[in-house]
């Protein structure tokens, strides 16, 4: 008689357990990929085929659930952070770091969501939103300082426009394709950019036949012709904000703007 059957009934156990929490995530990025974070955790159970206990032993928060899920997601999202700050030119680094962030929202419901708005106690989103945070500020200070990004945006102004942009993405490509986003973000990114400044106007030499008109009052140059102010010196204090209505948001305005928007919505039957 063999001696191992309680050792062997752990291991079965164990391998059980194991399996079902790999069911477990599989059904959730395939459910939230779907529906969004307000996905009902019974669809998700019912997905993997077992039951609600089994789920809320693996996963007893949706915060715990949410990270098995999309961990790799969110720090492949840094890692392009990270490319786009060592990138030669602030310009450039800015609009390749956007559009690998967009294609990130446009791969699925639940990423977009986590990426859009807040969900607590998740602790690789809360380093993915500081990380892009800090994204923004380097490269919106590198673009200031070059030239290539107006001087009175802010960062809570590009980081509201992007995630109130960015949830409409899923939406987008559903009904349009899945490169549909690019056109928005393009209109998005040309708004970040130094309003152009026209060149004076070169004084037109005295006709020869009228010398009196070089002195005529209509010829002086009127203050409506002359070229307007540039509202994008590098160097414009933010507060100033020349050229935009309104005051720009704080940080503590955009985190509640954000967790405002809540999920996305479950799709229609």
Known sequence: MGGGGVGDGTA????????NRELLVAAAREVYAEWGLDAPWDVIARRAGVGNATLYRHFPTRAALVDAVFRDRLTGTMDAGERARAAGDAWQGLHTYLRAV???LAADRGTNDLMTTRVEGVEVLDAVHAHN????????????????VRGDVTVEDVLFGLAVLGRAV?????????????????????????????????????S???PSSAASPSSAASPSSA????SASPGAPVAAAPGLPGEALTAAQLGAVLEELGPHRAPKA
């Not at 079965?12 to 399996?19: F, H, K, S």
């Not at 040309?190 to 004084?203: G, I, V, Y």
Request: proline share 18%.
């Open 102 to 104: 967009f294609a990130t």
């Open 12 to 19: 079965g156990r164990r391998r059980d357990a194991r399996r």
């Open 170 to 206: 899923p939406a987008l490509t559903a009904v349009t394709g899945a490169d549909a986003w690019q056109r928005p973000l393009a209109l998005f990114l040309d708004s970040l950019r130094p309003p152009p400044t026209a060149p004076p106007t070169p004084a037109s030499p005295p």
């Open 133 to 148: 945070r800090e994204t923004m500020e380097v490269l919106l200070a590198r673009g200031r300082a070059e030239g290539a």
């Open 208 to 210: 020869p036949a009228s």
């Open 227 to 230: 070229s307007p102010p540039s």
